[in-house]
C-alpha cells in the first residue's frame, strides 16, 4: 500500500514541476495573490499535514520501540510524510492571477479558456463569489474565486479579467485571421 501511495504521490508532484517550470518559460507574471480566496482549505490542508506527521513519528518510534520494524517499513513510514509535504505545499498557496490565467490549487485556467465571470451578490458573510466558466477540452466546468464585499481586490480582480480576456480575445482572432489568410 505505501509503495503504490509513494508513486502516486511522486507522480502528483512530478507533474506540479513539471507544470511550474512550463508556466516559467511562457514568462508567466504574478498580477495578484487572493487574500479571501480557499482559507478553509488551507487550514484543512495545514491540519492534515502536521496531523500526518505527527502521527507518522508516533509510528515510527512505536516500531522501533517494540522492534516490530524492517528497514523498508521504517522508510515508508518517513518517506511517505516527506513525499505528502511535497504535495500539499501547493495546495497551500494562495489563488493567483497571473498574466496566463488563474491559478487555484495548482491548476491554471488560461485566459482564453473562460467563457465568462459571474459576480454572485453577497452571502450572509459578506462574501462576493466570482463564478469562472471554462472550457475543459470538449466540456464546460467553473470555479469560484472568493472575495470579501467592500475588498479592493474584487475592483483589482474585474479590472483584470476584463484587461487579460479582452486582450486574449483579441490575440486569438488575429491567429485564426492569419491561419484564414494563408
Known sequence: ??????????FFITTNVRNN???KKENMQVLMNLNIDEKSTHLVSSIVL???IIFSGFAVIGMINTKTYTDDSVLGM???????????VPMLKKTKISTLGIH???YLIRWEEIKGVNYLKP??????KAKILYNVGT???SVDVTFMKDDPQLEEFKELVK?????????????KDNKSEK
Do not use: G, H, Q, W
Not at 500500500?1 to 511522486?10: E, G, S
Not at 452571502?123 to 462576493?128: G, M, S
Not at 484587461?163 to 491567429?175: A, C, I, P
Open 78 to 88: 518517513v518517506i511517505l510524510p516527506i513525499l505528502m509535504i511535497f504535495l500539499y
Open 123 to 128: 452571502d450572509a458573510k459578506n462574501k462576493v
Open 1 to 10: 500500500m505505501y509503495l503504490l501511495m509513494i508513486l502516486l504521490i511522486t
Open 21 to 23: 517550470m512550463k508556466y
Open 139 to 141: 466540456r464546460d466546468a
Open 50 to 52: 502536521i496531523a500526518l
Open 163 to 175: 484587461e487579460y480576456r479582452s486582450t486574449k480575445k483579441k490575440s486569438n482572432k488575429s491567429k
Open 104 to 106: 487555484k490549487k495548482n
